[in-house]
Structure formats: structure tokens, C-alpha cells
């Protein structure tokens, strides 16, 4: 009779399961983890495009890096980069406001026609011009948050009314820094710093984007406006009271604009109802360039000042090669749709 051999009294050691979460991090790929990394660091690509703008440009003109170009780049670009502190603030919140240039340059006349058409001191039109940044941007922010309209039609109704107010209290006419008092261009003056002459109104900005850092990175304002514009009903469900945090950033960039508004008379030395026709286009290219998402609740205050600063580069270094005005315009408007593209991009990342 056949007899079988008797059975093991013990199985091999089955290999341990592999670990779900290794398996997934093996899996991506290099291009996953650039996407990674640039959605918990939006200020990485603009910084990147910045420096290769910078180089390109200054191969392929020598004139491009002289300290008199450079100059005139931080000049040019601070009125862009403090009206972006204000485009920025809104956009964190989901929403966006079209009529930042119209408002500046409304403030600007304001200021203007108030100290030389009345011959009031500079302080009192200056606060003359507060008034005006800070009712604009109450406007704003009452008819977004009370009536529940959308930002984008508010701000471009906004835009054609603060436009025919500048016209209005202007009559078109330009007032020379000449009839101005000091204080009311004095963030025109300028000082040398490394061979680079930087004017008041380039103090201004940096001090402006350090305290606006900060607000956003270390205060409850701060996080209440990424958690806002993140999703409003989380934020609402949470306790916070999302139409005041949303009526507050629309009167902080009211206020930030009458900055840009003071900027922009030192940097042309008067008050023109026909001054930075496209700061609004601008504005919005140094914030959506800098990393800060259109849907809102991501991006930083330092990407916006990479983002101006592109704008300006690309500007000058387009128009130091040759390359008339309005090709400039199309390379800023594909700047934008990429900016927007590689938004979109980084946004489907996992998580």
C-alpha cells in the first residue's frame, strides 16, 4: 500500500504586503513631482521665468542691465506692483476687481485738482484722495457682499463709473507737478543705491508688500482670507464671517490704490486723467503671472511682486530690441493665458 509523506508542520514566511502609500510614491513621476512642488510653492516659477527674462535679455541687448535701464524698470514697475498688491488681495478671495486703474487714476485727479484747483495743502488732498480710494473700493465691496452680485460685473460697472468721474472732476485737463506742492510728488524724488537711482515711490511699494506678507502669513485676517477664498462655505461653517473679511479686502485695496494713485503722480510729475491707460491689464498679468490662483485661496504677496516685475522687464527689454508697442501687448497677453494654463495645470495635482 503506498504511503504519501507527511505535510510540513509549517509553511514558508509569506513576504510582507507592500506599503499602499510607497507604491503611490514610486508610481509618479518626475513631472507629477514638479507639479507637487509648484503647487506648495507657487513663487518658484515666476521666479524662474524672471531669470531667464533677465538673462535673454541681457544677451541680446548690453544696454539692458546698464544701472539707467535698471532704473527706470523699478520705476516703471512700482505703480504695477502696488496696484498688484491690491488685485492680489482680491483674488485670494475668489473674486477680482477690473477697476483698480480707473479708481487709481480717479484718486490721482482728486489729489490733484484738490490742491491745485482749490490750493488746499498737500495733506488734505491727499486725505482728500484716501477718501476717494477708500469710497471706491466700499463701493465695491457693499454691492459684492450685500447685494451678492458678482465681482466681475461690479468692478466693470465700477470701472466705466470711476472712469467718467476722473473725466468729470478733471475736464480732461492735466495738472503739472509745477502747480503741485513737494509732498504731492515726492514720491517722485530718487536716491542712488548701487549705482541704481530708486525713487520714494519704490520705498513705498517694499514697505507695503512687507506688511501685506505679514498680515496675510501671521495674523487671522490673513488666514481668513485664504480660507474664504478656498471655499466660502467651509469658512462660513466655521465660524468666520465671510462678508466682513470680504468687505475688508475690498476697502484695504482701496486704500492700497491711492498709494499707487500718489506713485503715479511723483513718477509723472502731475495728475493726468489720461495716465496708465492699461494698469488694470497690467495689474492682473502681475498677479495671475506671480502664481496666485484666479479661483482663489493660493498664491503669495511675493509671487504678485515677481509677477510685476516680469511685466516690466518684458516691457522694457521688448522695447529695448526693437519690438514695437503693440507686439508688446500680445507678448503680455500670451504671458497671461500661459500663467492661467499652468494655473490650471497644477491645480489638478493630488493631494
Do not use: C
Not at 236 to 261: C, D, E, K, P
Amino acid at each position: 500500500m503506498a504511503t504519501h509523506a507527511p505535510a510540513r508542520a509549517s509553511a514558508e514566511p509569506k513576504p510582507p504586503a507592500p506599503d499602499p502609500a510607497l507604491e503611490f510614491i514610486d508610481r509618479r513621476t518626475p513631472l507629477s513631482r514638479v507639479r507637487g512642488t509648484l503647487h506648495r510653492y507657487p513663487a518658484i516659477s515666476p521666479g524662474v521665468v524672471l531669470v531667464i527674462a533677465i538673462l535673454v535679455f541681457g544677451m541680446l541687448n548690453p544696454h539692458f542691465l546698464a544701472p539707467s535701464n535698471l532704473s527706470l524698470i523699478t520705476q516703471q514697475v512700482a505703480v504695477i506692483g502696488i496696484l498688484g498688491i491690491a488685485e492680489t488681495l482680491v483674488i485670494l478671495t475668489a473674486g477680482i476687481d477690473l477697476s483698480v486703474g480707473a479708481a487709481m487714476v480717479l484718486s490721482s485727479v482728486v489729489v490733484g485738482n484738490t490742491a491745485a484747483g482749490l490750493g488746499l495743502p498737500a495733506p488734505i488732498a491727499l486725505l482728500a484722495g484716501l477718501a476717494t480710494g477708500l469710497a471706491a473700493g466700499a463701493l465695491n465691496g457693499i454691492l459684492v457682499t450685500r447685494l451678492t452680485l458678482p465681482p466681475f460685473i461690479v468692478t466693470l460697472g465700477t470701472l466705466s463709473i470711476f472712469t467718467a468721474l476722473l473725466l468729470l472732476v478733471s475736464k480732461g485737463a492735466t495738472v503739472q507737478g509745477t502747480q503741485l506742492p513737494d509732498l504731492a510728488t515726492w514720491t517722485g524724488g530718487t536716491f542712488k543705491l548701487a549705482g541704481i537711482d530708486i525713487s520714494f515711490g519704490v520705498v513705498l511699494m517694499a514697505l507695503l508688500y512687507l506688511v501685506v506678507a505679514y498680515a496675510l502669513g501671521r495674523t487671522a485676517w490673513g488666514r481668513h482670507v485664504y480660507a474664504v477664498g478656498d471655499d466660502k462655505e467651509a469658512a462660513r461653517l466655521s465660524g468666520i464671517r465671510v462678508s466682513r473679511v470680504q468687505l475688508s479686502v475690498y476697502m484695504l485695496a482701496g486704500a492700497i490704490v491711492v498709494i499707487a494713485a500718489w506713485t503715479q503722480i511723483g513718477r509723472d510729475f502731475g495728475s493726468s486723467p489720461n495716465a496708465a491707460t492699461d494698469a488694470n491689464l497690467n495689474a492682473i498679468t502681475a498677479v495671475v503671472i506671480g502664481g496666485t490662483s484666479l479661483f482663489g485661496g493660493r498664491g503669495t504677496i511675493w509671487g504678485t511682486l515677481l509677477g510685476a516685475l516680469i511685466v516690466g522687464v518684458f516691457r522694457n527689454g521688448l522695447a529695448l530690441v526693437g519690438l514695437d508697442v503693440l507686439y508688446q501687448t500680445l507678448a503680455v497677453g500670451i504671458l497671461v493665458i500661459g500663467a492661467v494654463a499652468i494655473d490650471q495645470w497644477i491645480r489638478k495635482v493630488r493631494k
